[in-house]
């Protein structure tokens, strides 16, 4: 089992940044793509971006431009630089392993998730 720890959230204001950092830990090594999902409240887990393990990602629409997600592969970390932050970007942020790019979720279980909370 991949165990997960997200870290790196809070409040800011519309226009800022936020960096987010998800360590992952037990059984890694089967693991490719990493992803960062949100979830507002009332609504379900959003896709926000995937990356392989040979660096290659994608982008939901809505943070194309804004947001970018790199990983450090030796250390099983991977991280979310956010800027031009929008009050629309509120929710708890969580990572997860996927079956691929694009893909949805690979465990079906989730950490404790990061809360980042953008003021207007």
């Known amino acids: 089992q991949v165990q997960f720890v997200e870290s790196g959230g809070g409040l800011v204001q519309a226009g800022g940044s936020l960096r987010l950092s998800c360590a992952a830990s037990?059984?890694?090594?089967?693991?490719?793509?990493m992803g960062w999902y949100r979830q507002a409240p009332g609504k379900q887990h959003e896709t926000v971006a995937h990356?392989?393990?040979?660096?290659?990602?994608n982008y939901a629409d809505s943070v194309k431009g804004r947001f970018t997600i790199s990983r450090d592969n030796a250390k099983n970390r991977v991280y979310l630089q956010m800027n031009r932050l929008k009050p629309e970007d509120t929710a708890v942020y969580y990572c997860?392993?996927?079956?691929?790019?694009?893909?949805?979720?690979?465990?079906?279980?989730w950490g404790q998730g990061t809360q980042v909370t953008v003021s207007s």
């Open positions: 037990g059984s890694t090594f089967s693991i490719n793509v």
């Open positions: 997860n392993a996927a079956y691929g790019l694009g893909m949805p979720p690979r465990y079906d279980y």
């Open positions: 990356i392989s393990s040979g660096g290659s990602t």
